[in-house]
């Protein structure tokens, strides 16, 4: 976006009411079904950014309009809705600007029904304790569980991870991927907002929020990487060819007419009027006899 592109006030609704009115057509070229079909998906998308003070602020500013005009984009992309119980993305403040957070159930979400989707389900979350006795066969891409099957009352040791056994819509074969505690706590400490009333209500609910996005953050690049492609695609693709009459009978009919065009038209015959008694010459009169005793004139030589 230019310099000149928008004109900042000081009151960032106004800001955000601008420039995604002047962006709007290029917003819904990029979007998923899902969006373009839902009339109020831009404004839940405006109000979720004005919903936190701290991401709102930000709307004043040159960087922060920009930014947050490049995440609803890629949220639209892949199809992620904005607020609910289950909310699929927020916009949180980065350096600056804005960054669009992508929650557990929009991992899933674009994964399994957005325009880029991969897999045919989504994918269970299995907890993993040190006494479960679960094994992989990451060759056929399947959990083997001890015979009998997991006791959940019984002695389980401590939490060692998460497993998730993925389905895939081309046909490819299953995979089985996994997560450590250990991973999942690095990436709390190193990312997540561990002060929030979040984190201080439930850190076993987060760990499995944290251990969902780890697990399914490969198949999620690749869906925003086929959502994008398919969308441009699109916009590529060329327009239909009219459809060409295939009919005998309509183009026999065709080209008699192109015929009967085209032929240089007959003299028009004159037909000689009909003699009537009246309009008959009058016959010549005949030569009156000779006078009697004359000769015939031959005869005179």
């Known amino acids: ?16 009411q601008v420039v995604l009115k002047a962006k709007m057509t290029d ?8 969006v373009k079909s839902d009339g109020n998906w831009i404004t839940r998308a405006k109000l979720e950014l004005l919903a936190r003070p701290d991401v709102a602020q930000l709307m004043t500013t040159k960087k922060g309009v920009e930014t947050a005009l490049t995440a609803i984009i890629r949220a639209a992309t892949v199809g992620i809705n904005f607020g609910g119980t289950k ?18 159930y929009g991992f899933c979400a674009a994964a399994v029904y957005g325009p880029g989707a991969i897999l045919s389900q989504v994918p269970e979350l299995i907890t993993v304790h040190q006494n479960d006795g679960i094994r992989i066969d990451q060759g056929e891409g399947r959990i083997i569980f001890p015979a009998g099957g997991i006791d959940p009352f019984g002695d389980r040791g401590k939490l060692v991870g998460w497993l998730m056994r993925m389905e895939f819509k081309d046909g490819r074969q299953p995979e089985v991927k996994y997560v450590s505690f250990e991973k999942v706590r690095q990436v709390e400490d190193t990312h997540g907002q561990l002060g929030s009333p979040a984190y201080k209500k439930d850190r076993d609910q987060m760990d499995e929020k944290t251990a969902v996005k780890q697990l399914l953050k490969r198949v999620f690049a690749e869906a925003e990487g086929r959502s994008q492609m398919s969308m441009e695609a699109l916009m590529d693709e060329p327009e239909p060819t009219p459809t060409v009459e295939r009919d005998p009978s309509k183009r026999m ?11 240089k038209p007959a003299e028009p015959v004159v037909a000689e009027p009909e003699q009537t008694v009246e309009d008959a ?12 005793g004359s000769k015939d004139p031959d005869e005179l030589f």
């Open 1 to 16: 976006m230019s310099d000149n592109a928008i004109q900042l006030t000081t009151k960032a609704d106004a800001n955000l």
């Open 253 to 263: 009919a065709d080209r008699m007419d192109r015929a009967t065009q085209t032929m």
């Open 27 to 34: 917003i819904m070229a990029v979007a998923a079904p899902n």
């Open 87 to 104: 909310p699929q993305a927020y916009f949180v403040p980065t350096e600056g600007g804005v960054r669009l957070d992508v929650s557990q």
């Open 281 to 292: 010459p009058e016959p010549e009169a005949a030569a009156p006899p000779p006078a009697e």
